[in-house]
């Protein structure tokens, strides 16, 4: 395998380190007066309340449909192990789901405080909150598919110098979809709750 595959994981890996450094960043500024602070807490509460009891329900969706793609993935084609790929990448959707709410409801009320000094440094907080969501996307992303390509390239012994090998590169990357089937169903099922929730 080229050596320059390696480096994807640790793309992965920066990105978390910038989404963490953000996050600090984002929860130092000044979260404003008391009664602003009060009214953030109550927000919070909520948003993680709604937020465990959705995965709550999700973890069952997840268990059932992995379950689903292992009975039904059979064939030269395709391995059960898909159902391993739709669990990690269900699992990686909704751990940057929990980052980006538990960020969010800390910019919320930071920027808003931000905002009685001025529209630009109102901004540089929002704007901040909210890469912190999508580079813990991009990271958790690229971290997952490559740490499960590496795993299915040993596991299908897979040799990218062997011409006869070529249907294995094609089952592995059936398998792989799984990954984004996962991760797609959870975004799916948080910003149809999440809007929910929200409204009401």
């Not at 299915?152 to 059936?174: C, Q, R, S, W």
């Amino acid at each position: 395998m080229n050596k320059n595959v390696y480096l994807i994981p640790l793309v992965g890996l920066l990105a978390l380190i910038f989404t963490y450094y953000r996050a600090q960043w984002v929860a130092r500024q000044d979260p404003g007066t008391d009664r602003m602070k009060r009214i953030a807490g109550y927000i919070t509460d909520g948003a993680m309340a709604f937020l465990r009891a959705e995965y709550s329900k999700l973890a069952w969706f997840v268990v059932g449909v992995a379950v689903l793609l292992a009975l039904t993935s059979q064939g030269s084609h395709t391995s059960p192990l898909i159902a391993l790929s739709f669990v990690v990448g269900a699992t990686c959707s909704a751990l940057a789901g929990y980052i980006g709410m538990k960020v969010a409801t800390k910019a919320n009320v930071r920027t808003a405080h931000a905002a009685r000094t001025g529209l630009a440094s109102a901004l540089n907080v929002a704007f901040r909150g909210g890469s912190v969501m999508g580079m813990g996307v991009v990271g958790l992303g690229v971290l997952g598919l490559s740490g499960l390509f590496f795993f299915y390239h040993g596991h299908f012994d897979f040799d990218p110098n062997d011409p006869t090998k070529t249907e294995v590169m094609k089952k592995i990357l059936a398998v792989l979809t799984g990954f984004s089937f996962g991760a797609s169903s959870i975004a799916l099922f948080a910003r149809v709750g999440g809007g929910i929730y929200t409204k009401a």
